[in-house]
Each structure stands twice: as structure tokens, then as C-alpha cells.
């Protein structure tokens, strides 16, 4: 059957909409100092913020994985108030504003509050040292991976877990051999999107860890610093950022559409 | 039919977007780029002129004045453009931003604060700062450039922590006690108030820092921002910053 077509006045918001998206990815690209990327690019300042995102990025999503997956599988399972509140604070770090965020972890593990003061006590002072940075970037990437996931489990059909325990499989072999492998594509999606997120990860770095070179200077810290020290090179460096977003992205959505292909 | 709404409400969004805030009638609207370091004096002087100026309110737009200068080229719409330093300032001159010739209306020193009752014993610029987490401004930032300048001045080399790009962000990190040191423009120890203990710098005068003032050129209201800036080096405008602990 053919899907009948949609109203052709509709042209006129979607126009907006492209245009308002673009406009000001265009108008960044347009003023790109082509010529001279190589060399602000090739800065030291800026490499360093380039592999200190990419080090600390993969190692976000990789702690996002170990401890959002187990809470992606319970939550899905969850029914009525608990799970409620457990998916609620699975994703208030998501809404929350970064700044917010940075404060709240601030608060929390500053060395002059109790928990904080305690963790510094017994040896472990993360304040101004990269583990702070992934520390602010997990908390508010995970909780892509954890909403993705759980929404992928909950729709995933039950009938392959059911015949794989009928059969006699145990949990953690129905787990590994029958569930996973059929979120796999949510699961993909799900780390593009953290790994994504802590890309851009800004406010919760600046207020939490810091900003000094080759430690906790990402690249959003990067170019924000550039911003006020040259703006070519903060134009340079936004376009690898956008660059290394619009690929995620791009494998996100690809992961999602081989969503079911394979059970 | 339908597309006639779209386009009235489309028309609408716009206008009402573009619109400026305050359009009252008869009223004027005095527009303030200032550095971020000048953010409560300039506000209380804001207040006087209103009063002395009926029918003008006075609009502040604080940041950090590279990120002004850049709004300005980009023609963000405002009267009086105050620069933390002499190099953004001229930055702005350059680019033809600028009216008349910018005037230099005080300066501003650097010191080092700790927090409140001082847990790490920091006793100055020298060897109780080893180990410690000290926080500073990044070079090229105004109040960066000035600390990596008082470092040569002094001799000494100072291992930061974190080079923050505003100069309030070194303040709040030793308020919080996160940090344990941070060099800081004076004005800022002394808006802390006693959230931080401040230790003043012998030869901080070596590297002092500018500000300056200046009308813009697309200004309306030159005559209304001339005002303004009279205001700002005029014995008011001095007595309120000095209070503040510019100058001196």
C-alpha cells in the first residue's frame, strides 16, 4: 500500500526549518580560514585537545557501557514506582543544564565537602586531573546509552529469550547469546550517542576539573579559550568538532536502521 | 488559507524576536559593552545616571572583552565599549569600532588569594606554592596576559593547575576551596568578600593592567554616550572604582 502524500503547503515550515538549521553551520563553514587549517590545526595546544577529547571520549563510553548496560537491562524489566524513579534519574543529567550539572558534581566531590573530603582523605583527589574530566563527561553522557538501550529492550520481542530458557539456556547465557545480540544495534547507537555527547561536554568540565593543557583542556575548552584569544582558531577547531558529530551521528542513524535486520 | 497562516505566523515569531526589549514610550536605551571585572562598579554608576539622565535606561552587556570586541565587529548594537586591557581596546580601534580616541579610566593589580583561613599555609609567589593547586588566568586573556607578565617581572615560575579563561572562574574555584591559591585582578579579592584571604603581592605594580573606555562609532546616542563616559572619569565615576579597589 502507498502511503498518500503529504500536503504541499507543508514545503513552507520545512523550508524554515532547513534554513534555520543551516544557516548557522553554513555561515561557520563560510568563514573557515581554509588556507591556513593545516597550521592551527597542527598546533600543539590543539592536538592536545584533540587526543585528550578522543582519550577521555572512549573512555566515557566505555565506563557508560560497563555500568549503564546492567541498569538499561534492569530498567527495562522494571515496572511501577521504583522503576519510575530509577529511569527518571537515568535521565535528569540528560536535561540537566551543564553548568548545573558541574556544580552538583562540585558539591559532591569537592575537596572541601564531606564526600569529596573523604575520597581526598583516603588517596583518591581527582580535582584537576583528567579521571574529573571523564567523571563530568559520564554523568551526563551515560544516561544516552541507558535511555537508548532500555527503550530498545522494552520493544524487543520476547520470543527468543523465552525459547532460549525453555530450552534450558541460563540467565546470563540467554543474556549474552539471545538478548544483547538483539539490541546490538541500540546498544551501538546508544555509545555513538554518549561517546557524542561527551564530545561537546563543556559546562560540567570548565566548573568540575578545570581547563589547563594536555589534562583537562578538551576541545570545547579549547575553543572556548581560542575564542578569546583567536578567533580563527576557534573556528578551525568547531569545524573538527562538527566533523567528528556529523559522522557520529551518521553511524547512529545507520545502527538504528539495522535495528530488528538480524535477530 | 493555510498558507496565509503560516506566513502571518511565521511574520509574527519574527517580529516579535526582533523586536527590541524595552521599547517604552519616550524612552532611550543606553547600551554598555563592558569588561566582566567592571561588572558591579559600572552597574552602580549605571543606577546614578539613570537618575541623573530621566527617561534612559542604562543596558550592561558584561563578558570578557575579546568576546565584546568580537560582538562589536559583528554589529551587536551598543553606545560605550569598556576594554579590560589596552590590546582589545586596540583591537577594536583598529577594526574602525571606535568613535573618538579611547581614554584609559583606571587600572587594575593582581593578587593572590587562598582560601578562607588559608588550609594549604600559602605564604606568597615562592616554594609553599609547590605541590599545591594553584589557579591562574590562561595567556592571552587579560587577566592571563598580566599574570604570565607579574611572573617574568618577579622571576618565578608558576605551575599551574588550571589556566581558566575568565578571571571569575579562578575566584569561584578558591572560594570553593577546590583550589588551593588563585591569582586574581584585586577588585575581584575584594568582591569575594570574606570567602577568600587575600595576600597582596610585593611588585604587582610591574604588571599592571589598563582599562579603557571608548565611544562606538555606530552609536545614535553619541552625545547620551559621551555623557556616559564622562561619568566613568569624572571624581564620581573614580571614587566609586577606587572604592571597588581599582586604581590606587
Not at chain 1, 535511555?147 to 540467565?171: C, F, H, N, Q
Not at chain 1, 561517546?195 to 589534562?215: D, H, P, V
Not at chain 2, 545614535?220 to 565615576?237: C, D, H, N, W, Y
Request: proline content about 6%; some cysteine; charged content about 15%.
Amino acid at each position: 500500500m502507498i502511503r498518500p502524500p503529504l500536503p504541499r503547503w507543508l514545503l513552507l515550515p520545512v523550508t524554515a526549518a532547513v534554513v534555520f538549521l543551516g544557516v548557522p553551520l553554513v555561515a561557520l563553514l563560510a568563514r573557515v580560514p581554509w588556507t591556513r587549517l593545516p597550521a592551527l590545526l597542527s598546533a600543539p595546544a590543539a592536538l592536545d585537545a584533540f587526543w585528550l577529547s578522543l582519550r577521555t571520549c572512549a573512555l566515557t563510553t566505555l565506563v557508560a557501557l560497563v555500568l549503564g548496560l546492567p541498569l538499561a537491562l534492569l530498567l527495562s524489566r522494571g515496572k511501577g514506582r521504583w522503576a519510575a524513579a530509577g529511569r527518571t534519574l537515568a535521565t535528569v543529567p540528560m536535561v540537566l543544564p551543564p553548568v548545573v550539572a558541574g556544580l552538583a558534581l562540585l558539591v559532591a566531590l569537592g575537596r572541601r565537602e564531606p564526600l569529596g573530603g573523604w575520597l581526598a582523605a583516603s588517596g583518591v583527589d581527582v580535582a584537576f586531573t583528567t579521571t574529573a574530566v571523564v567523571i563530568a563527561q559520564t554523568f551526563v553522557a551515560m544516561p544516552y546509552l541507558v535511555v537508548s538501550v532500555e527503550g530498545a529492550l522494552r520493544s524487543a520481542p520476547d520470543d527468543y529469550a523465552i525459547a532460549a530458557a525453555t530450552l534450558g539456556a541460563s540467565p546470563t547465557t540467554v543474556l549474552r547469546r539471545v538478548s544483547l545480540p538483539l539490541v546490538a544495534p541500540a546498544i551501538a547507537s546508544g555509545a555513538a550517542l554518549a561517546f557524542a555527547r561527551a564530545l561537546g561536554e563543556f559546562g560540567a568540565t570548565l566548573t568540575f576539573a578545570g581547563s589547563l593543557q594536555g589534562t583537562t583542556r578538551t576541545l570545547p575548552l579549547e575553543i572556548y579559550l581560542q575564542r578569546e584569544v583567536d578567533t580563527d582558531t576557534a573556528i578551525a577547531l568547531s569545524v573538527v568538532l562538527i566533523t567528528i558529530a556529523a559522522l557520529l551521528v551518521a553511524a547512529t542513524a545507520r545502527f538504528s536502521r539495522g535495528a530488528w535486520s538480524q535477530p | 488559507m493555510s498558507r496565509q497562516l503560516c506566513a502571518g505566523l511565521a511574520a509574527a515569531l519574527l517580529l516579535t524576536a526582533c523586536a527590541p526589549a524595552s521599547s517604552g514610550s519616550g524612552n532611550t536605551d543606553l547600551v554598555v559593552f563592558a569588561a566582566s571585572s567592571l561588572n558591579p562598579t559600572f552597574a552602580t554608576l549605571g543606577k546614578e545616571f539613570e537618575a541623573a539622565h530621566p527617561g534612559v535606561t542604562v543596558r550592561f552587556s558584561f563578558d570578557g572583552s575579546a568576546a565584546l570586541v568580537d560582538q562589536l565587529k559583528a554589529g551587536a548594537p551598543a553606545d560605550v565599549f569598556a576594554s579590560a586591557d589596552k590590546a582589545n581596546m586596540d583591537k577594536a580601534s583598529t577594526a574602525g569600532l571606535i568613535g573618538n580616541s579611547p581614554v584609559q579610566f583606571t587600572t587594575n593589580a593582581l593578587t593572590l588569594i587562598v582560601p578562607k583561613g588559608n588550609p594549604a599555609g600559602i605564604t606568597g609567589l615562592d616554594a609553599s606554592l609547590d605541590n599545591k593547586l594553584l589557579v591562574v588566568c590562561a595567556d592571552g586573556v587579560p587577566c592571563g596576559t598580566a599574570t604570565k607578565k607579574l611572573a617574568a617581572a618577579l622571576g618565578v615560575t608558576l605551575k599551574p593547575v588550571s589556566e581558566e579563561t575568565k578571571v571569575t572562574d579562578v575566584r569561584t574555584k578558591v572560594e570553593s576551596g577546590q583550589a588551593d591559591a588563585g591569582i586574581v585582578y584585586v577588585t575581584d579579592a575584594k568582591a569575594s568578600g570574606g570567602k577568600v584571604d587575600t595576600l597582596p603581592i610585593a611588585g604587582a605594580d610591574k604588571a599592571r593592567n589598563s582599562y579603557l573606555i571608548g565611544r562606538v562609532l555606530a552609536s545614535k546616542q553619541a552625545s547620551l554616550a559621551a555623557a556616559f563616559v564622562t561619568l566613568i572619569t569624572g571624581e564620581r565615576g573614580q571614587q566609586v572604582l577606587e572604592t571597588a579597589g581599582f586604581g590606587g
